[in-house]
């Protein structure tokens, strides 16, 4: 509780949120970390899990491929399923369980917030979430916070910041938060909430140019390396972002 600060800037506290991460498990489906004993005889099918949502996000990065209209001597459709797969090396890829508890007497909404506005950063993420459990937000072109209503048996699928990168921000990563929601009283709801959220990432080593496309040139679009002394990979710009995130220092 209150490790992570999302929205350094603008939080006292950091988040009121709890969290486990899974890495990357092995490809018989061992974790590569230390697991709770209460977790632990659910390994099996949190490693499925993970592993079915690894193969949807692909899926998804072949579509963005197509419509991005990569040429087939690129990679064409199959542009980023390469360096998507675990087998051409780690990642950073994440399976993440997050608790909300209920806000606290202390809890200040003008100061507090369950996850502060962020950018998600990796290539996209895919979050499940339970029916009525509110208070995800997305931030809207004019400056305004916009609830994100909760589908039920629908998938949240939201772009990170590295497909916004190598499409030179023709695909926008969406800036998001958490909040504790208010009841019809206009009061803070006491609910508790959870969720469940894939983080999918490019294998470490890959680079963070612009990508073949004809729409992305046609726009003139620009990478994250344009101001650059150096390619960043996406391992580098990862642990740019947890070092700001953690208040971890060189």
């Known amino acids: 509780m209150l490790s992570e600060t999302l929205d350094p800037p603008n939080q006292k506290r950091g988040d009121f949120k709890q969290a486990m991460n899974f890495g990357e498990f092995t490809a018989s489906g061992e974790p590569q970390q230390p697991i709770t004993a209460a977790l632990s005889p659910h390994i099996p099918a949190i490693a499925a899990f993970s592993a079915q949502c690894a193969a949807l996000s692909r899926r998804i990065m072949r579509l963005f491929a197509q419509a991005l209209k990569i040429a087939p001597d690129a990679g064409g459709k199959e542009y ?4 998507h797969t675990s087998a051409n090396g780690p990642s950073g890829s994440i399976m993440r369980l997050l608790y909300y508890p209920a806000a606290p007497p202390d809890f200040d909404p003008a100061s507090d917030i369950r996850a502060g506005a962020h950018s998600d950063y990796g290539s996209l993420t895919l979050l499940f979430q339970h029916r009525n459990e509110t208070g995800l937000e997305i931030l809207s072109p004019n400056g305004g916070w916009n609830p994100v209503p909760v589908v039920p048996e629908a998938i949240c699928v939201n772009i990170g910041d590295l497909l916004s990168y190598w499409t030179g921000g023709l695909l926008r990563s ?16 006491k609910a508790e909430r959870y969720s469940m959220v894939y983080f999918c990432h490019p294998v470490d080593t890959t680079p963070l140019v612009v990508i073949p496309s004809e729409m992305v040139r046609a726009r003139g679009g620009r990478g994250a390396n344009d101001t650059e002394r150096k390619v960043l990979t996406a391992a580098e710009h990862l ?7 953690y208040g971890w220092k060189n």
């Open 80 to 83: 980023f399923t390469a360096c």
């Open 174 to 189: 969406t800036i998001h938060r958490v909040v504790v929601p208010k009841d019809q009283n206009g009061d803070l709801d």
């Open 239 to 245: 642990k740019s972002r947890l070092a700001a995130t």
